[in-house]
């Protein structure tokens, strides 16, 4: 069974600290996406990598790839309160010649003022 | 109206109702999907149409009943339903089933007594 976990599971710090979220696999993923999900809505993509090693910037949210991309680290700096969600990571795999996407166990953070 | 919009947003039933949950997607996709979402488990795929046609089951009960009339429109019809199927009703939608950047509604909140 592919599986994605995340960690932490839950998060919870002061406003102005930094942080990092990790998303991993044994699988090989041909892309992952970074979601977040705030309370009562539905996920909000972030982000898309694709080649491994690659980094992008959402201002302060730096996301990279694994080299064999397997897996996936989310670096938020700075944090502040409005940074407060459910972080979900999630990749389409090929097994069995079929590609699967799947989500990641997600990380709750909670950034405190 | 702009993305992907979902109704009702809450919902109480009892387990002898018949209910259903509409998703409606304005970003002119081919692919919709079914997700639930259960506190402290990830996002489980129920059901993913393309261009109308089913192409995913994963292995729901059949107490739950998809309907896809056209690309824009996706139903899942609710009967008989069981406690443990209380959960966040999470529709998406990307321009193919191979495209990997899902596009969520906000969810319908199912509560079954």
Redesign the interface.
């Given at each position: 069974t592919q599986l994605?976990e995340q960690s932490p599971q839950f998060l919870s710090i002061q406003e102005g600290e930094n942080l990092t979220v990790y998303c991993n696999s044994s699988s090989v993923f041909?892309?992952l996406?970074w979601?977040r999900q705030e309370p009562?809505?539905?996920?909000?993509?972030l982000v898309?990598v694709v080649t491994g090693g690659e980094v992008k910037k959402l201002k302060r949210l730096t996301f990279q790839f694994g080299d064999a991309r397997k897996d996936s680290s989310l670096h938020i700096t700075a944090a502040q309160p409005g940074d407060t969600g459910l972080y979900?990571c999630?990749?389409?795999s090929k097994t069995s010649g079929t590609?699967k996407?799947?989500?990641?166990?997600?990380t709750r953070l909670k950034v405190l003022a | 109206e702009t993305g992907v919009t979902q109704t009702p947003r809450h919902l109480v039933m009892g387990m002898t109702n018949k209910k259903s949950l509409k998703c409606e997607q304005h970003l002119g996709h081919n692919a919709m999907y079914w997700y639930k979402q259960s506190a402290k488990k990830p996002l489980e795929l129920m059901f993913v149409y393309n261009f109308k046609e089913q192409t995913e089951n994963n292995s729901v009960p059949s107490r739950f009943s998809p309907e896809c009339p056209n690309s824009s429109h996706l139903f899942l019809h609710l009967h008989t339903l069981q406690p443990e199927d209380s959960a966040l009703y999470l529709c998406a939608s990307s321009r193919g089933t191979g495209s990997n950047e899902q596009f969520f509604g906000p969810g319908t909140r199912l509560t079954v007594l």
């Open positions: 994605l041909s892309s996406q979601y009562g809505e539905g996920p909000v993509l898309t979900l999630a990749g389409a590609y996407y799947i989500f990641g166990t997600g | -």
